[in-house]
């Protein structure tokens, strides 16, 4: 059977859907393909920040989203091992998203405007001179324009030969809170090398987890277990999920056909220090389908796109001097019962993009003026 849509959507996460939704809206002719049948998992500690939780109410045309959120936060604390340095304030709360009932709202909003979405295709394959994806069963969907929206290991990769090593790696157990309790967005240093590891409260679980610039040589497991079991809890009564992330390597999708567009991971779209990759998915997604309105997508997309790449390229500049220890001790020194100056970089820069990577100075000097 042979249909064809304006555009193919490969992928129904937080970018895919993104994209999706304004598309849908603008009552363009949109086909989404996804592997997995939603309700799905993805692998991922789903902190929403107050930039992305913008988002969201932006694709909900600000309906009460409330009930996506299964916790909320007021502080944050950092800590170097298990020795906690601060804990401070935040102003706007940190949301956390179960990725499995986010993104499955995300498609059963995109279905309740009438998307046509095709889930389970698990082998697909396309053919960039031909403008068509052949599904698993033979039958094949044309379009115009494509949007890679999936994830981190995108089937474009292929094409473009990305190198799986230049990108991070993330491992995640969900403990029950009787076993290990928090309730605010933990953060813990010199746990793993190049990367950090996390305790974020999501109600009846906490997500425990670490990741890194993918090592061969890191033990991923080991590393959240050791902590895990530092802290009074059964490693081994845990399961531990893993996947990769772009952590500041971002694609040349310019080598791509020019209807072709990358968002979310697979065009590398994740803040190369926090990890954080469901703002820039959205956002990415969502420009792509704003752009994909104009006479030249392509085009729009990646001039509209700039100020995210700015974002990853000064961030993965940064990130060799933030994860260094030497770099990283000094940090931790600074910042140590400064629970002020902990709530003004995560309010102005994790937060919101108020200040990017480059103008931490900035940040620090404006800090002190307002103080
Ligand atoms: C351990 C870990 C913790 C994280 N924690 C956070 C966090 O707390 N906050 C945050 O903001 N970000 C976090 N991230 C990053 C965040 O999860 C990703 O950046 C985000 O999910 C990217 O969204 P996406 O839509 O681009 O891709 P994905 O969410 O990966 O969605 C891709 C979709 O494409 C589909 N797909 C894949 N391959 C194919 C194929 N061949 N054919 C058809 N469909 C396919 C998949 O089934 C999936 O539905 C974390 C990541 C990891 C690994």
């Known amino acids: 059977m042979n249909h064809s849509f304006d555009t193919v959507i490969i992928g129904a996460g937080p970018a895919g859907m993104g994209c999706a939704i304004i598309l849908q809206k603008n009552d363009h002719k949109v086909c989404v393909i996804d592997k997995a049948v939603f309700p799905r998992n993805k692998t991922c500690a789903g902190l929403v920040t107050g930039k992305t939780f913008k988002l969201i109410n932006m694709l909900f045309d600000n309906e009460e989203v409330d009930g996506l959120f299964c916790y909320t936060s007021s502080f944050i604390k950092l800590y170097r091992g298990n020795q906690l340095l601060v ?58 324009h494509i949007v890679f929206a999936d994830g981190a290991l995108s089937i474009s990769h292929k094409l473009l030969k990305v190198d799986k090593r230049k990108l991070a790696f993330g491992i995640e157990a969900y403990v029950p809170s009787e076993q290990f309790d928090t309730s605010s967005v933990d953060i813990y240093f010199d746990c793993i090398e190049d990367g950090y590891l996390w305790a974020f409260p999501h109600g009846k679980t906490v997500c425990v987890g670490a990741a890194n610039m993918y090592n061969k040589s890191t033990d991923y497991k080991k590393t959240v277990s050791d902590f895990l079991r530092s802290n009074g809890v059964d490693p081994e009564k845990q399961r531990y999920v893993g996947a990769f992330l772009p952590y500041g390597y971002v694609v040349n999708q310019e080598k791509l056909p ?20 469901l703002y820039m998915a959205l956002r990415t997604g969502m420009l792509a389908a704003d752009a994909l309105s104009s006479s030249e997508p392509k085009k729009a997309y990646l001039k509209s796109i700039q100020p995210v790449m700015s974002i990853v390229k000064n961030g993965k500049k940064a990130q060799k001097l933030f994860f260094n220890s030497g770099v990283q001790k000094t940090f931790l020194k600074k910042v140590q019962d400064k629970r002020d100056l902990v709530a003004y970089f995560y309010d102005n820069m994790v937060d919101e993009y108020r200040y990017d990577y ?14």
Not at 263 to 272: H, L, M, R, S
Not at 358 to 371: A, I, L, T
């Open 258 to 277: 020019d209807n072709a567009i990358l968002a979310g991971d697979a065009g590398g779209f994740t803040d190369p220090i926090s990890g954080e990759g």
């Open 87 to 144: 804990e401070a304030p935040i102003k706007n709360s940190a949301r956390l998203v179960d990725r499995i009932d986010f993104d499955n709202s995300l498609v059963e909003k995109y279905k309740s405007l009438g998307g046509r979405i095709l889930e389970g295709e698990r082998n697909i394959s396309v053919d960039y001179d031909q403008n068509r994806v052949v599904l698993s069963n033979g039958d094949i969907i044309g379009y115009n």
């Open 358 to 371: 480059r103008s931490v100075g900035k940040m620090y000097s404006d800090y002190k003026n307002e103080k």
